[in-house]
């Protein structure tokens, strides 16, 4: 309370405090009284300084959405309604599955590893595991593989329908742009309402459901964010609410830094904290700038031997990815062949006789056409890629169909097949050192190349096979290493374990 009152004394306008579930958070709002039961609820009490203003309680949403996360791990599913089908951590274990038996690191959902699934005591605390278990990806791809009737989720229905809902609700409270934001009639909380209504009237038991205090916990944040919304909107004239300013990330990751910064000791005491904290806030006073328009000058600078142009020159992404469109140019001069690509959508609708990696490729290739459309500049050129549809028959196109919002494109299906050739011959050779060599030479010498601009054909070509494999090669390094990063620092642990 004294460290509001001076904030407030000093010209800072407080409007809430942010607070994790500890048992002495919890005792606090307890004085202050407030309560997030199903037909009690109080989110806010009477400001200290100005008895016309509110001061709202927060819990912290990423913290929320672990604890949801780690009560479905622990009790393996959980139950929305006594005529509902359970939410359960066993579909989630299907889809990994599933993903881990596709080619050279793709997947439906790409990022979730076997980190996300087996937790420990380290990664039960890890706040982006869980929110990527909760996502609209995940969600879809639920959908997607239950849809192609994958053993095990015919049941995943309620599942699915949970993902979405954790993930809305989320996405409610850790708005980051201003078109995003609550609304003062927003429906975000009614379905938890529910479920906390459907335990008190005995319809499912207490290890289907929370834990008490997150419900409560989720019943306050979710009030105070749209009350403090509505009141910064209408009463201080805001023009918008981020509302993931209500969370405790920045607090976190000064947290984080601090421990960075003292190297093997990543738990300081006070007298360490202090000085790194000094240390810290001289760096940056005396760091140059990274990003601004300014230089450090001297007065009698040494003229140097190699001047700092000519190693960028030499090092340059952009001279490296010029020489190698050049040389795939010349190895594929005489080899395409000037053909027009007909744009044809009409098929029999049977999504079960496209293959997974083959929907994964489409999908992947509509992202690949985006990237040329902004490298090409001839018209001609753009329009043959992509299909002028928003929902597309073809068989692979399930997954994009899943997806789309009205934003991915629908590749042209004879640039597809193209592609998937290209990714076939990248998979043969996906763990070898010069990848990217072998790659080409094996399309060249054993796919049949085709483009209907006879103009552009070379440069453009060129461009999308290259951009392909290097897009494919940088995805597939990121899968390999995110498994060494967390062999490392498992080996790190272990080490300060050991005395030498």
């Given at each position: ?299 009698k600078p040494e003229r140097p031997l190699i001047s700092v142009s000519y ?67 001839y018209d001609s050129c753009k329009n043959v890629f992509t299909a002028p ?62 483009f209907p601009c006879r103009m552009h054909k070379y440069e453009v070509f ?39």
């Amino acid at each position: 309370m004294k460290c509001i009152i001076l904030l407030e004394k000093s010209g800072t306008i407080i409007h809430g405090i942010i607070s994790d579930g500890a048992t002495t958070n919890r005792k606090l709002w307890s004085e202050f009284g407030i309560a997030g039961k199903l037909n009690d609820t109080k989110c806010s009490f009477i400001h200290p300084l100005n008895d016309n203003r509110k001061f709202f309680v927060f819990s912290d949403a990423p913290h929320l959405v672990k604890n949801i996360r780690n009560r479905l791990f622990n009790k393996k599913q959980l139950k929305l309604n006594h005529d509902v089908l359970s939410v359960k951590w066993e579909h989630f274990e299907i889809l990994h599955n599933n993903d881990s038996l596709l080619p050279a690191g793709l997947g439906v959902c790409s990022r979730i590893s076997k980190h996300h699934i087996c937790l420990n005591s380290a990664s039960e605390m890890s706040v982006s595991l869980a929110t990527q278990i909760f996502s609209h990806s995940m969600a879809v791809g639920l959908n997607f593989y239950k849809n192609r009737k994958t053993k095990g989720l015919e049941d995943s229905g309620s599942t699915i329908g949970f993902y979405f809902k954790i993930n809305s609700m989320f996405d409610a409270i850790n708005r980051r742009f201003p078109t995003e934001g609550l609304r003062s009639n927003s429906k975000d909380f009614e379905w938890l309402n529910d479920w906390e209504d459907a335990f008190t009237k005995g319809c499912i038991s207490e290890k289907d459901i929370l834990s008490k205090s997150t419900f409560e916990e989720l019943r306050v944040t979710l009030n105070s964010t749209i009350q403090l919304s509505k009141y910064l909107l209408e009463k201080c004239d805001f023009k918008y609410v981020l509302t993931n300013k209500c969370n405790q990330d920045a607090l976190e990751r000064f947290f984080g830094t601090i421990r960075q910064a003292g190297g093997q000791n990543d738990h300081p005491a006070t007298p360490t904290f202090l000085q790194l904290y000094k240390l810290l806030s001289l760096y940056s006073i005396l760091k140059a700038p990274k990003y601004e328009n300014c230089v450090v000058e001297d007065d009698k600078p040494e003229r140097p031997l190699i001047s700092v142009s000519y190693i960028k020159y030499i090092f340059t992404k952009e001279a490296k990815q010029n020489s190698l469109l050049e040389v795939l140019k010349q190895k594929l001069d005489g080899l395409v062949h000037h053909e027009q690509w007909e744009s044809c959508d009409i098929v029999e609708h049977d999504y079960m006789c496209a293959q997974v990696v083959d929907c994964l490729i489409y999908y992947v290739t509509g992202y690949l056409c985006r990237q040329i459309m902004k490298y090409t500049k001839y018209d001609s050129c753009k329009n043959v890629f992509t299909a002028p549809v928003t929902y597309s028959q073809y068989y692979e196109a399930q997954l994009v169909n899943y997806k789309t919002m009205g934003k991915l494109i629908h590749p042209n299906h004879n640039f597809f097949k193209l592609i998937r050739e290209v990714e076939s011959a990248f998979c043969r050779f996906a763990s070898s050192t010069d990848v990217y060599e072998k790659t080409l030479t094996y399309i060249i010498d054993h796919c049949y190349f085709s483009f209907p601009c006879r103009m552009h054909k070379y440069e453009v070509f060129s461009y999308a096979v290259n951009y392909y494999i290097h897009m494919r090669m940088r995805q597939y390094s990121f899968q390999m290493n995110k498994e060494l990063d967390k062999t490392n620092a498992t080996k790190k642990k272990i080490a300060k374990l050991v005395h030498s």
